[in-house]
């Protein structure tokens, strides 16, 4: 195992994000370098990159209600293993902490999961006065370690948003809710677009937190429910009228949504919210009400709030809605992207051009005194990402097998290189092919077939 750490142990050198220095640990980081150039970008923050007009817009849209959403856009990426998953309550055995998921820099630290990490912060903001506003929105680039294709980018954006209510025992806070979910209400009227809620509201093996009434849970759920499709309506609502304008389609001005159950260690219940969009259905976001663990450490009393979350994935909306093809496109640094988006509008985005892929296959036998399993896929598509960066589109596992005397197995696979900017030559993708294949050699001990 020792082979397969070298290349992600950026030397022993302090790695440095975002304008800090951050100590690394050779047993540990799997941070690269090119995941750190990828830090910082603040794509979301540009108020004419499709990812920065869609959060602009949702924010609009949310404090258009009631203002009550403070906004935290500016989060720096590294964050502590306890705000991302302890504070949260994730078990210790949960798979999202491992290392073929998660970025780690050292033992203490990460390059964020999702938004969440920053959840407890701020409803310490709220709990000590340091916010008067009984919301927040927080927006950041997020890291994952994934597979590589058109929809999936090791770095991607989320948006959460949280909503906290104080409870008596006069019972102010239901009449508090019940006023604010009315102005919800009346406000998702006025939307052109209605929106079909399929909602099967069972709670079986989803119960909500011992602590609320019925009737508080009810008002919070249903609070959270019609602020999320607040924005769906909103968002898509901005669709269909362009296409109305730009294509000569018959638009509906119905869109079909559907709550389902789902799962998530600081929220109970919780569900997820997916959209009936060009016949198939879209997961947006995840969300539920917050459990009483995370507001304790936020410095809440126990069982004095009631809260809901929601986490929102911004680039797969924003692809849908810009028509990007290509999730790479958001970081590209070409004008003739860039120069095609202007603040507060949703429009589509016209193809500069198409540049002709070039698919290369590498097989390799796995060392024999190694389990398999040793290498995740995550690695080897790290190892893809590092060598070939934006140049990879597309990699796939196509075939794997066990030769049945030598008792040795064989990975094979596929990588498509393709540049969103230029043509790249034959002998361009010949010297990087070759370059992977070395890599795969020095850091798993391959033998390529
Ligand atoms: C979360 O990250 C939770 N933090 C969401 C949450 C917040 C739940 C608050 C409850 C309360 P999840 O991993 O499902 O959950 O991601 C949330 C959303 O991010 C998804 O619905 C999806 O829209 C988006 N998303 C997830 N993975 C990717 C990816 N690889 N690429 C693009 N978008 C993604
Ligand atoms: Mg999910």
Redesign the pocket.
Known sequence: LKGSLRLYSVASAPLNICGKRYATDENITNVTQSIVDLTGRGLHLKDSHPVGILRDAIETKLNSTDGAFKCYNEFQPVVSIYENFDSLGFPSDHPGRSKSDTYYINGEQLLR????AHEMECFAHIQNGESKQSGFLISADVY?R?EIDR???PV?H?M?GCRLWMRNSRGDHIKQIQDDLSKLQSQLSQQKTKIIVQDDSSLEGNPKQAYMSHNEFELCSQHLKRSIELVVAEVFERKLESMRREKDLEIPSELKCRWIKAY?P??AP?W?IEVWWQDDWL??????LVQQEVLKNAGFPAESTISW?????L??IAMLLFEIPDIRLFWTQDERFHSQFQKGVISTFKPYSKYPGSTRDIAFWLPSDKDFKNIHTNDVMEIIRTTAGDLVENVKLIDQFTHPKKLKKSLCYRINYQSMDRNITNSEVNEIHNEVAKQLIETFDVEVR
């Open positions: 999961t999702h938004t969440s994952r994934d929809t999936h980018y991607f989320q959460e998530f600081w929220t919780s997820e997961e947006l976001c995840g969300c539920g979350a929601f986490g929102l994935g680039d797969r």
